[in-house]
């Protein structure tokens, strides 16, 4: 039984940082594609960064390139995602993913299994 375990959420004031995790488990995760999503308030959850598990490759959002960094902990099965410079427009339910297939990173139709969520909220 695959599991994602989000955690690092809360409240910050604009132009701070929080690290993200997404602790999984249930089967080895090294042919995977982890990816990060996120729903702000009203909207549709939107795409924000991807790592590939197997050889570090990682796609970022236009509206979080040079703020975001993904990453992943082989050793622990966790990835992370640490945001600086946050604004109060990052205010979002962040969910992490996995994408089983060796293709893709944006769409979420790839991604197979998903995390319940934590909660960012970004004050101005």
């Known amino acids: 039984q695959v599991q994602l375990v989000e955690s690092g959420g809360g409240l910050v004031q604009a132009g701070g940082s929080l690290r993200l995790s997404c602790a999984a488990s249930?089967?080895?995760?090294?042919?995977?594609?982890m990816g990060w999503f996120r729903q702000a308030p009203g909207k549709g959850r939107e795409f924000v960064a991807a790592?590939?598990?197997?050889?570090?490759?990682?796609d970022y959002a236009d509206s979080v390139k040079g703020r975001f960094t993904v990453s992943r902990d082989n050793a622990k099965n966790t990835a992370y995602l640490q945001m600086n410079s946050l604004k109060p427009e990052d205010t979002a339910i962040y969910t992490c993913?996995?994408?089983?297939?060796?293709?893709?990173?944006?769409?979420?139709?790839?991604?197979?299994?998903w995390g319940q969520g934590t909660q960012v909220t970004v004050s101005s």
């Open positions: 790592i590939r598990w197997y050889d570090g490759y990682t």
């Open positions: 249930g089967r080895t995760f090294s042919s995977y594609t």
């Open positions: 993913a996995a994408n089983p297939k060796r293709i893709g990173t944006m769409m979420m139709t790839l991604y197979d299994y």
